[in-house]
């Protein structure tokens, strides 16, 4: 079983910048892949980024490549979310995901375990 436990959400201006956190614990963290994912109010869950098991490979949204980076560091157990130039649209609550195997994988069926979210607001 794995638990996660996503924080660094909050209020920012638009153009400015939040770094999301998710802390791993139970199965070892870097036997699988993580991915971001996020959902405004009224509309579905949708795909925000994945990282595999050792970080090697990422993959973003086409809309949010070069503003969000994603992260992971396997001796903190910890996953990470860096969004620069934030917009008012990407208002939402921001969840963490722990992946069925250790390759990067950009839809949510993919994920098992899943954070509680984290509130991240854009005003303009």
């Known amino acids: 079983q794995v638990q996660l436990v996503e924080s660094g959400g909050g209020l920012v201006q638009a153009g400015g910048s939040l770094r999301l956190s998710c802390a791993a614990s139970?199965?070892?963290?870097?036997?699988?892949?993580m991915g971001w994912f996020r959902q405004a109010p009224g509309k579905e869950r949708e795909f925000v980024a994945a990282?595999?098991?050792?970080?090697?490979?990422?993959s973003y949204a086409d809309s949010l490549k070069g503003r969000f980076t994603i992260s992971r560091d396997n001796a903190k157990n910890t996953l990470y979310l860096q969004m620069n130039s934030l917009k008012p649209e990407d208002t939402a609550v921001y969840y963490c995901?722990?992946?069925?195997?250790?390759?990067?994988?950009?839809?949510?069926?993919?994920?098992?375990?899943w954070g509680q979210g984290t509130q991240v607001t854009v005003s303009s």
């Open positions: 990282i595999s098991w050792g970080g090697g490979t990422t």
């Open positions: 995901a722990g992946g069925r195997g250790r390759v990067a994988r950009i839809s949510a069926s993919e994920y098992m375990y």
């Open positions: 139970g199965r070892t963290f870097s036997s699988y892949a």
